[in-house]
């Protein structure tokens, strides 16, 4: 500055180069400073990148897990409904085929699980050599301008402490498939007693009201008169019962009792007039000691067959009691067939049976000419031909016998089909316990997180546009870091979970056989592509799959079986899984070391002085421990999702090329 108070040359010269060199100055300290603190900045995203490789890994377990569980809900639930169909009478065949669906959709199950259980432990052997390769190639991508950063994540636990047994669990549908072929049999025999029961019924009903010309009802119109408030008729056998006729046999019969005089030209006839009436008196008798009554447990027909020769008189009342009267001639007593008979000079003493005479107690009398023979024809006429009560009587009475025997036939059958499906609701609940009591217990390598160590060598010197002429180059001094990452539930993916993501491709394209809703795959596709959805439950899905076939059952023991299997899901509640997609988040280091109980300072000083100062991230890995198969392809199989009942076969595969490339030095 001049006397005059101006700045002369000099000091603005001066002034200004003070000025730029604070400037640049200030630039390549802050430089220096932002390119110091990126270390850790590496350090999270290599752990992040690390974790990733433990998520990636969290969704095939996951997948196979939910797999597994679906197939065996659908394979047993199946098989229950197979059950349930085989209760059914006239079903059976088609029960036993729901159950072999079951069955092999359980048997697919198996094969997958094997392959499943096999599949992840090699996978887990891996792991840790994928988490050094994915976050090794990560530090080496952040590395630019003179920086070079070397690091990797170290997972925790180190070696894999997952048990994979409950993927083997051995559940199959043997037990349910035996128990459908017998319910099958029951259930067959149960068909076939109401078959003969039904044209048991029809028979009775045809010979009391439908057959034509002559049926019962239209002779009971004919021969005693009987009005149509007393000789109702019945057009289909769906309306009738047995009742029917005996209550109609009932009417008959005493019409014709109180009709039948004692008339006739000569002793012959007069001799069938009493034989006529004796028989009528004894079938009034007999119907009226008939039974029909309809039970919870079967039917009660007590129909009486009535005698048509004289054979079958000598087995019943007509031949045991004394019905006929008795006189004392001079060459004993003598039997006749009415008070007044001509014969009976000696008058009448007493009554005898036929019996009697045929054994030689009494004499038969040569007027009337009564005994078993002349009893025997009184029904065998109307008996033997179409147009006689008798004969569409004793159509009905056989008809009762196959019905009574038809019904008890089927209410043992149905008793052994309640017993049975009782039972395979027992067999179904301890079945399907096996599926809700263990599931596999993952705890793969990083399951507890992922500790990350990057270090970065002395760098080169700061760029020359902020040192040129102003400030004198430098370097950035060797830095190291830690981060470390582990793994957190997405909530916003709830309803979007791993297998709704992971299917998504296979139900557009139809894979999973869209379009059979109400089929057994549909069902495991509503379970599988459902699971562990919020707004679904397992119950509910297989309650809806079960409430399907109530058109079948109506209100027969299946129904009540498909009920209890629908019980026994929602009671041992089987509830989706937590398959919230999995995200790598960071976290305290020390956590967790902690996990694994580790010294926290100490294990990251180690971790530290592990790094290597020349050489490959996989010797750094080497060096750590951390290892696995030395051979294997650019994929890795981990299982293949066979679609029961179809071609369709899905490789859940691993693309582990990358790793490859590490392994052979391409990648650095």
């Known amino acids: 500055m001049d006397d005059e108070g101006g700045y002369t040359t000099v000091a603005v010269a001066v002034a200004l180069l003070v000025s730029l060199s604070l400037v640049f100055g200030s630039a390549a300290a802050q430089w220096v400073g932002a390119r110091s603190a990126e270390v850790q900045q590496v350090a999270d995203a290599v752990a992040l990148s690390g974790e990733n490789a433990v998520a990636a890994y969290s969704?095939?377990?996951q997948v196979l897990d939910a797999c597994v569980l679906s197939m065996g809900l659908a394979g047993f639930v199946t098989c229950g409904a197979g059950l349930a169909v085989s209760c059914v009478p006239g079903l059976a065949a088609r029960g036993a085929q729901v159950t072999k669906a079951g069955a092999r959709v359980l048997d697919a199950r198996r094969d997958f699980s094997r392959q499943a259980n096999e599949g992840l432990q090699r996978l887990e052997g891996l792991l840790p050599a994928?988490?050094?390769?994915?976050?090794?190639?990560?530090?080496?991508a952040n590395s630019r301008e003179g920086l070079d950063y070397v690091g990797c994540a170290v997972p925790f636990p180190l070696e894999s402490q997952s048990d994979f047994g409950a993927l083997e669990d051995g559940a199959d549908g043997n037990a349910l498939t035996d128990l459908a072929d017998r319910l099958g049999e029951e259930s067959s025999k149960a068909q076939e007693a109401k078959e003969r029961a039904r044209e048991a019924l029809e028979r009775g009903w045809m010979a009391d009201c439908g057959?034509?010309?002559y049926c019962l009802r239209e002779r009971a119109a004919h021969l005693a008169g009987l009005a149509d408030a007393q000789n109702p008729d019945y057009a289909s056998p769906e309306e009738w019962t047995f009742g029917v006729p005996l209550l109609r046999a009932r009417r008959y019969y005493a019409a014709r009792l109180g009709a039948a005089a004692l008339e006739g030209r000569n002793p012959e006839e007069l001799t069938d007039a009493?034989?006529?009436r004796a028989f009528y008196s004894f079938a009034l008798d007999e119907v009226r000691r008939g039974e029909y009554a309809e039970l919870d447990d079967g039917v009660v027909a007590d129909l009486p067959a009535l005698p048509c020769n004289a054979e079958q008189v000598r087995a019943g009342r007509l031949y045991t009691d004394a019905l006929w009267p008795v006189s004392c001639e001079e060459g004993g007593r003598v039997l006749h067939s009415w008070n007044g008979c001509p014969g009976a000079l000696g008058g009448v003493e007493g009554a005898a049976s036929l019996r009697d005479l045929e054994q030689g107690a009494v004499s038969r009398c040569e007027v009337c000419r009564m005994d078993v023979s002349q009893m025997g024809k009184v029904a065998a006429a109307s008996?033997?031909?179409?147009?006689g009560f008798e004969h569409h009587w004793r159509l009905v009475v056989e008809a009762a016998g196959d019905y009574v025997a038809a019904r008890a036939d089927l209410a043992e059958a149905e008793r052994s089909v309640r017993e049975l499906a009782d039972g395979g609701a027992q067999t179904f609940a301890e079945a399907v316990r096996q599926l809700s009591v263990r599931r596999p217990s993952l705890?793969?390598?990083?399951?507890?997180?992922?500790?990350?160590?990057?270090a970065r060598g002395e760098s080169a010197v700061t760029p020359s546009e902020l040192t040129l002429a102003f400030v004198s180059s430098g370097r950035i001094p060797a830095g190291a870091a830690v981060s470390a990452a582990a793994l957190a539930p997405d909530g916003a993916t709830a309803d979007n979970n791993v297998l709704s993501s992971f299917f998504d491709g296979l139900t557009d394209s139809g894979s999973l056989v869209v379009g059979v809703a109400d089929g057994v795959l549909g069902l495991w596709g509503r379970l599988l592509v459902g699971y562990g959805?919020?707004?679904?439950?397992?119950?509910?899905?297989?309650?809806?799959f079960l409430g399907n076939l109530d058109g079948v059952f109506g209100g027969t023991v299946g129904s009540w079986l498909a009920d209890r299997l629908g019980e026994t899901i929602s009671l041992l509640g089987i509830q989706p899984a937590d398959m919230r997609l999995r995200k790598p988040v960071t976290v305290n280091s020390q956590d967790v070391l902690d996990k694994g109980g580790l010294e926290g300072a100490g294990t990251v000083r180690t971790l530290v002085e592990a790094l290597p100062e020349s050489g490959s991230v996989m010797d750094y890995a080497r060096a750590l421990g951390i290892w696995a198969a030395d051979e294997y392809g650019p994929t890795i199989t981990v299982a293949n999702l066979e679609i029961p009942g179809t071609d369709i076969s899905i490789p859940l595969t691993v693309d582990v090329s990358r790793l490859g490339d590490y392994l052979r030095g391409e990648t650095q």
């Open 211 to 213: 057959s034509s010309p």
């Open 130 to 140: 994928l988490v050094v390769a994915n976050s090794g190639s990560c530090a080496r």
């Open 59 to 61: 969704t095939v377990a």
């Open 533 to 544: 959805s919020l707004a679904t439950s397992v119950s509910s899905t297989v309650g809806e």
């Open 443 to 454: 705890c793969p390598p990083g399951a507890w997180g992922c500790v990350a160590v990057v």
């Open 383 to 387: 008996t033997a031909i179409e147009n």
């Open 274 to 276: 009493a034989c006529r």
